[in-house]
Structures are given as structure tokens and as C-alpha cells.
């Protein structure tokens, strides 16, 4: 098995996952991204320091092309997957109410059906090089549900209650599980619009007076997220103070939320 230490990426053509790809690849892993968008995967492969990284046009709801994907990164990387980082998302937002099924459907499947994927099927690869990493990106929108991000915010629960799942199922084998929950990303995500809404993604986090992380912020919590202890890593004063209320005081967060649809 080579030295080199590998992390295959979702969602790497834009965002979180090329912020954490450049990070990686900067501290000499070789790094795999994937994403549907090979515009996207190409601008990343530019931007990553050192030579090798690979890149995977892929759908995270393509069973198939998961198992394509990482036969052919671990074979670059002589048989190692120190870290699946299961990132690839999608934003939407608007009232549940009049939002159509196929919205609903795909955001489940990309959110959610899509993590799942990589963790069944990325298991076999994890399970062969000790000491590996599932990192799972869930969401400020995790700790509390978001008003106007119905959907959203319920995949989002599902990726940190299956991180914890999984960070105790497979700890007997070495695999450790993390979660990154950050604050509201400033990305193109953002300026989405859903169907039965006239406000942006944006206008429905802003309104509920949560701030925006930098992605680089992001990056270099997934860093200690993948060395560190902790099951979930928070990440930025969004996301700390919703964990805060959450626990402190359901009450006013809970007011908060229900201004927001204003």
C-alpha cells in the first residue's frame, strides 16, 4: 500500500470540496474529486497543489459509478482511502407546502440516499487501509430544523444521526465516522430559488439572522475534524450559537424560526 495518503471527495467541483481538496492536497495527500459538473472538477484539478490528484464525473446517486469511481482512484493510490469525505449537497429552500415532489425527491436522494451510497459502498475501501475516515458533511440547518429549508434541514439530520450510527457500528474495525456541521457556506448554492418561493436561499438564512462561514473556514475544520476526537465538528458562530440555543434555549430559537417565514 503506498505512503502517500489519499482522500476521495464529493461535491469537489466548487465549495466545500475544493476547499478541502486545495487544503489536502497542500499537506501532500493525493486527492480524488468527484461531482456532476466536469466544468466544476476541472477548475478544482487546477487548483490543487502537487501532482497525480484524480478526477471522477460522477452522480452520488449512481450506485454504479460510486463503485467505478473509487476501483479507480484506489488504484492510483495503490490500494489507499485514508478519508471518504461524503460532501456533495444540494440547497433548496421555500415553504414544503408548495414545493414540488420532484424537489423533494431529488434533494432527498443527492442529501441524503447519496451519503448513504458512499458509506455502504466506500466501507470496502475504508475498511482496508487502517486507521480511516468517513467525514460527512451535514449542517447549522442539522441542529435545529430551519424554517423555509424543510427538506434541507431534515436530510441534514439524517447525515449527523447516521454519522453517529456509523461512528459506533464500525469503531470495532478502526473506521472512525465525523461530521461536519458548518454554518451557512457562501456559495453559489446560496442564491438558488425553490419552486413556491420568491426568496432566495439566501433571503430564508439571512432572514433568520444566520451569518455566512468562508469556505476556507470549512477546510481547515475538516482537517482537524479527520485527526481530531470528536464525533461533530461545528463550525462557525452560526452553527455554535444554534447548538447553544438548541440546548439552552429551545424557546427563543424556536421564535426565531417562525419570524423568519415573515
Keep these: 500500500m503506498g505512503e502517500r495518503k489519499a482522500i476521495f471527495i464529493t461535491g469537489g467541483g466548487s465549495g466545500i470540496g475544493r476547499a478541502v481538496g486545495r487544503l ?35 452522480d452520488v446517486r449512481d450506485r454504479d459509478a460510486w463503485t467505478a469511481s473509487l476501483d479507480g482512484f484506489t488504484r492510483v493510490s495503490g490500494g ?17 407546502a408548495t414545493a414540488s415532489f420532484d424537489e423533494i425527491d431529488r434533494t432527498v436522494a443527492i442529501n441524503f440516499t447519496g ?12 475498511a482496508r487501509t487502517p486507521g480511516s475516515v468517513l467525514l460527512n458533511t451535514s449542517s447549522a440547518s442539522g441542529i435545529y430544523g430551519s424554517s423555509g429549508l424543510a427538506t434541507y434541514s431534515a436530510t441534514k439530520f439524517a447525515v449527523r444521526g447516521l454519522s ?13 465516522v465525523r461530521c461536519l456541521l ?18 432566495t436561499i439566501r433571503e430564508s438564512v439571512t432572514g433568520a439572522g444566520l451569518e455566512l462561514t468562508p469556505v476556507d ?9 479527520v485527526h481530531g476526537d470528536a464525533v461533530h465538528t461545528y463550525v462557525g458562530k452560526t452553527a455554535e450559537r444554534m447548538r447553544f440555543a438548541a440546548r439552552w434555549m429551545p424557546g427563543s430559537l424556536r421564535k426565531r424560526m417562525r419570524r423568519a417565514m415573515r
Design 80 to 96: 489507499r482511502l485514508d478519508v471518504l469525505f461524503n460532501n456533495a449537497g444540494i440547497g433548496t429552500g421555500g415553504p414544503i
Design 24 to 58: 489536502f492536497a497542500s499537506r501532500g495527500w493525493l486527492v480524488g474529486v468527484a461531482d456532476v459538473n466536469a466544468g466544476g472538477l476541472a477548475e478544482t484539478l487546477a487548483a490543487l497543489p502537487g501532482e497525480g490528484h484524480q478526477s471522477y464525473v460522477m
Design 164 to 176: 453517529e450510527a456509523l461512528d459506533g457500528e464500525w469503531s470495532a474495525e478502526g473506521i472512525k
Design 115 to 126: 451519503v448513504l451510497n458512499g458509506a455502504r459502498i466506500g466501507h470496502t475501501y475504508l
Design 182 to 199: 458548518p454554518s451557512f457556506i457562501e456559495t453559489p448554492l446560496l442564491n438558488g430559488v425553490s419552486s413556491g418561493s420568491n426568496r
Design 217 to 225: 473556514v470549512v477546510a481547515e475544520a475538516a482537517w482537524k475534524a
